[in-house]
């Protein structure tokens, strides 16, 4: 049994659970409306920054995480693949491509609906830790947010 | 004419030349006679009777496979996706013989949501056969694990909209291999013991064809065209003589044996997307004005019970 496995369960066990909390509220997707302002972008990171390397697979754990608040879907790849933020900081991501993908934590901590050509899906985070995701139409397109205190 | 020419000719009107089909063939060792006549590509299991036999034969199994209609895609690869399903569904129903049954084998919507769920399964309602099938595809499981779809089309289904019927002598399953959030197609235990007690009391000598939408070989895993579980599936199956998996999800036409197993997977009504490794990823492919209907299409597949021959299968491009 893969990572992915372990991980889609603890997915679908949790999917109800994060529904019922209200997370579902912190995240919109929006497909007419330009992306909401930047909140507060991250421009530096602190040296000491917890800076433990998510646990996703190696094409993305490869590259050094980036510090943004914005996440560009294209190529069916995210891009910064790995950033930071802090926490309380309002991601957004947008679908530059032709087919639609999601933005889906594998541990069910936030899930976009499809997003169409165009749409974006914002979500705030209020509590630090590496957030792996993924898109689940093409889930080997993959990628981490960490979010710091 | 040239052969050249000829192929050039061909590919025009099917999208891959001749040539290419083979090629493709000698890359995976297949031994499919392939035979393309008239507007038609046509696959047989090697020896037999001529892989028109059975489709002419008027008590054969005949039916039809459709996939990958992306009902809600608006993507310059193909604006009008409702239309160019529309057309296929006219096309089976001009066929001169009623299908017996007609499977979609999955990614019948885009985006999930309910109102293309309805559009496609009013759209399936208008086509002149007996029985409409359906397997999901990764496109109509988005958010929920498929949870819209089965409401739809999932009745009589077990599991996460699994299945298996008997029809002319031959017995079909209809497998789920779209949500397993895996980096590819993923069957999962459950799923994988129903295939093992589904088939333990059939006679080695019945034609099996199973139904998926990722295709239940190594196609191309980087894309996840693939099924991380699929060989322990197929060997339950390894002791009958004749293996059919028909699969969707490339938006091609692909053609592998393996063993007792021959694989074929299916073009779309909606978009190509690109060979296997040309290019970074599988993303929609537009191509020159008046060229899209010929990479689109419907399959017809025709069973004799009791015959020589295994499955004829016959890929015609849209018209």
């Known amino acids: 049994m893969g990572l992915n496995t372990r991980l889609a369960r603890a997915l679908l066990a949790t999917m109800a659970a994060a529904s019922m909390a209200g997370l579902a509220a912190c995240g919109t997707t929006t497909s007419s409306a330009p992306p909401p302002a930047a909140a507060s972008p991250s421009t530096s990171m602190s040296p000491s920054m917890s800076m433990s390397m998510p646990d996703s697979p190696s094409s993305t754990a490869a590259s050094a995480p980036v510090a943004s608040n914005s996440v560009t879907i294209k190529g069916f790849a995210f891009s910064p693949a790995n950033i930071t933020v802090k926490v309380g900081t309002t991601v957004t991501w947008t679908n530059q491509d032709q087919d639609a993908h999601t933005v889906t934590a594998t541990g069910g901590a936030f899930g976009s609906q499809a997003l169409d050509t165009g749409s974006h899906y914002t979500f705030t985070f209020t509590k630090p830790g590496t957030y792996n995701y993924l898109c689940t139409i093409h889930p080997f397109m993959t990628a981490t947010v960490v979010v710091t205190p | ?319």
């Not at chain 2, 008027?58 to 809600?72: E, K, T």
């Not at chain 2, 034609?207 to 099924?227: D, E, N, Q, R």
């Not at chain 2, 190509?272 to 490794?277: A, D, H, I």
């Open chain 2, 1 to 319: 004419m040239t052969e050249q020419q000829q192929e050039h000719g061909k590919q025009q009107e099917h999208g891959m030349t001749r040539r290419q089909l083979l090629r493709h063939t000698a890359w995976f060792g297949s031994a499919v006679v392939l035979t393309i006549a008239g507007g038609e590509v046509i696959s047989q299991l090697g020896g037999g009777d001529p892989p028109s036999a059975a489709a002419d034969d008027a008590n054969a199994l005949r039916f039809v496979q459709i996939s990958d209609s992306h009902i809600g895609f608006t993507g310059p690869a193909n604006t009008m996706v409702e239309q160019s399903f529309s057309e296929a569904i006219g096309q089976i129903n001009a066929l001169p013989y009623r299908p017996s049954f007609v499977m979609h084998t999955g990614d019948l919507t885009h985006l999930s949501t309910p109102d293309q769920f309805d559009q496609v399964r009013q759209m399936l309602g208008t086509i002149r056969t007996d029985q409409t099938y359906t397997v999901p595809g990764e496109h109509d499981g988005v958010d929920d694990h498929g949870a819209k779809y089965r409401q739809f089309f999932g009745k009589g289904t077990k599991g996460d909209g699994w299945y298996s019927f008997d029809l002319g002598g031959a017995h079909f399953i209809s497998l789920v291999n779209t949500l397993g959030l895996e980096t590819m197609g993923h069957l999962g235990a459950d799923q994988l013991e129903f295939v093992r007690k589904d088939v333990a009391h059939l006679s080695s000598d019945t034609p099996i064809v199973v139904f998926s939408h990722i295709p239940l070989f190594a196609m191309y895993p980087k894309w996840g065209w693939s099924t991380d579980d699929s060989v322990q599936a197929l060997s339950y199956l390894k002791r009958f003589a004749s293996v059919t998996c028909l699969n969707g999800h490339v938006h091609q036409l692909f053609t592998k044996t393996e063993g007792n197993v021959t694989f074929f997977s299916a073009t779309t009504t909606a978009y190509p997307l690109p060979k296997p490794g040309e290019g970074p990823a599988p993303t929609p492919v537009t191509l020159p004005a008046g060229q899209l209907h010929a990479a689109l299409g419907i399959r017809e597949v025709s069973y004799v019970r009791g015959g020589q021959q295994g499955l004829a299968i016959k890929d015609r491009r849209l018209v």
